[in-house]
């Protein structure tokens, strides 16, 4: 078993990021990286205490005899069962640039500044869980170097006899290519969700080091289980398209870029690299939140789910100082009230099927190729929750107010007849296709999957109802305001409990169901 100690004194080093140097904490000897490493097995393989979790069978790596008391990827307090192994040295790694407390203050600063996190994220002996992880990545090469032979067309606008014509003219070209995508990582650890390591990308490049063990010292690091092959078709495509978008216009000649992505014979070499990470994982009875920073350039990946308790005194603060304010400019009719009513039923449609498409995914792991060992297209946008909580607060606290009373806006310039015949016709086209959509069910490209109509069906109905109510009203009892006010107020009841569907699904999202690695790629 290798362990760090000091050549001076025989106590424990550690790796300290701010110096770039490893420090002796019992006599203050500081010690190169290249100078330590003469200490230390120069093997391709290194000795490590492989720590494996009873509970959800994750395993770390740690290469002194440092006692771990919790399990970081399921916070179980068990006791890790632990054994000597052997692992293959991978080639690079980046070292920590960001010590313990400066990642947890980042921490610290997203959830305080974030209006309706739970206050259990913000505990004072959440500090604690946070652990330096060196996590593996396959890093990608793609090189090319030669030419390309094929057509290219030029169109430009040619004037005859007074008349305009558009001429395309197509020219035989040879051309000369050089290829050279050198650093694109993808993660090597099925432990490591991979919406949080595309979160916590991107890494720079210039922190690359040729790998030395004593990097490790005072560190977790987590074993490359993920095949390099698992990522490597997506990556040659995505290369491939890159190549094909940036020459679809050379000197003025629109090449056919579906030809080229095929002829070019690309040169592929992947190295394995170690990235840091501070890694916490927060549990919360039989759920778990992920948060991690990059230990290099302190980005910030955080699962945060919303607090019922705190959504519902936002939403009625808001709710109440916007309806009056509101009230006292413009007149509420039954009309504008039905309006926006039925309105904010069909927006609560539009964002409970996306999110509710996200939380499908991520309940059966389509979202995680390491974990299911199925590669799949990538999920468009940002993918970690604190942009998408964004979104979902704000649309939620807007739905809550303006279904009492604020949604007069919106309706301030509708004719009723618009109101009558195109209004209707809009939504229900909408509704249709929204519904339709959920069909959708793909066996390829596994992250585009789309929760099938069951899953979505009990929230569906409640805005699908409510809208339907105002419309029914509007078309056969147009001059009865009792009608209406029962109508609008039907529709605000179902948007306020879509609204805590909405919130029910978001935390679903958020709060992952406890991980279970033995069981991994394709286990439910």
Request: with cysteine.
């Amino acid at each position: 078993m290798t362990i760090f100690r000091c050549p001076h004194c025989g106590a424990e080093t550690a790796y300290d990021p701010s110096k770039g140097k490893v420090i002796c904490e019992h006599c203050g000897s500081e010690l190169t990286v290249d100078d330590y490493s003469a200490y230390l097995d120069e093997k391709g393989l290194y000795q490590t205490n492989e720590l494996s979790c009873r509970q959800c069978g994750a395993t770390i790596l740690s290469t002194d005899n440092t006692v771990a008391t919790f399990c970081s990827f399921c916070g179980s307090p068990l006791v890790l069962d632990s054994r000597i192994r052997e692992k293959k040295k991978p080639e690079y790694i980046i070292p920590f640039r960001i010590k313990k407390d400066k990642a947890y203050s980042i921490y610290r600063k997203k959830i305080d500044s974030t209006l309706l996190a739970p206050r259990w994220m913000k505990a004072d002996e959440n500090e604690e869980k946070i652990r330096g992880i060196y996590m593996p990545f396959h890093i990608y090469r793609f090189t090319y170097e030669g030419s390309y032979e094929g057509e290219g067309k030029k169109t430009r606008v040619e004037t005859q006899d007074g008349k305009k014509y558009d001429v395309t003219r197509t020219y035989e070209i040879e051309s000369p290519v050089t290829v050279d995508y050198d650093f694109i990582p993808a993660d090597g650890a099925a432990s490591f969700p991979d919406s949080i390591s595309r979160a916590v990308c991107p890494y720079s490049e210039k922190g690359l080091e040729d790998f030395q063990l004593p990097y490790f010292a005072g560190y977790y690091a987590d074993g490359a289980d993920v095949p390099e092959s698992l990522y490597a078709d997506k990556m040659e495509s995505i290369v491939r398209n890159d190549i094909a978008l940036r020459s679809a216009k050379s000197g003025g000649l629109e090449i056919d870029t579906y030809k080229m992505e095929e002829d070019l014979d690309l040169k592929k070499s992947v190295k394995t690299a170690m990235f840091p990470v501070w890694f916490m994982s927060l549990r919360n009875k039989n759920k778990i939140s992920y948060a991690a920073v990059n230990g290099q350039t302190g980005e910030l990946a955080a699962d945060i789910p919303i607090s019922f308790g705190r959504y519902l005194a936002a939403s009625a603060i808001v709710a109440g100082a916007l309806s009056l304010l509101f009230n006292l400019v413009f007149t509420l009719t039954p009309g504008n009230l039905m309006t926006a009513a039925s309105v904010l039923a069909i927006v609560a449609l539009i964002m409970a099927n996306g999110l509710l498409n996200d939380t499908f995914r991520r309940k059966r792991h389509y979202d995680d190729a390491g974990y299911t060992g199925e590669d799949a297209e990538p999920v468009k946008g940002k993918p970690m929750s604190e942009g998408r909580a964004v979104a979902v607060i704000s649309g939620l606290v807007l739905m809550f107010f303006a279904a009492i009373g604020v949604g007069t806006l919106i309706a301030l310039s509708l004719e009723d007849a618009f109101m009558l015949n195109v209004l209707p016709i809009l939504f229900t086209i909408l509704g249709f296709a929204i519904l339709i959509g959920s069909f959708s069910f793909r066996v390829t490209g596994i992250r585009k999957r789309k929760a099938p109509l069951w899953y979505k069906l009990f929230t569906f109905i409640k805005p699908v109802l409510g809208a339907a109510a105002c419309w029914y009203v509007k078309a056969f009892y147009p001059n009865t305001d009792e009608y209406a006010y029962l109508a609008a107020m039907f529709a605000i009841v179902m948007i306020i409990f879509t609204a805590f569907d909405i919130v029910r699904a978001q935390n679903r999202f958020t709060m992952r169901d406890l991980p279970v690695f033995n069981e991994k790629r394709g286990g439910e």
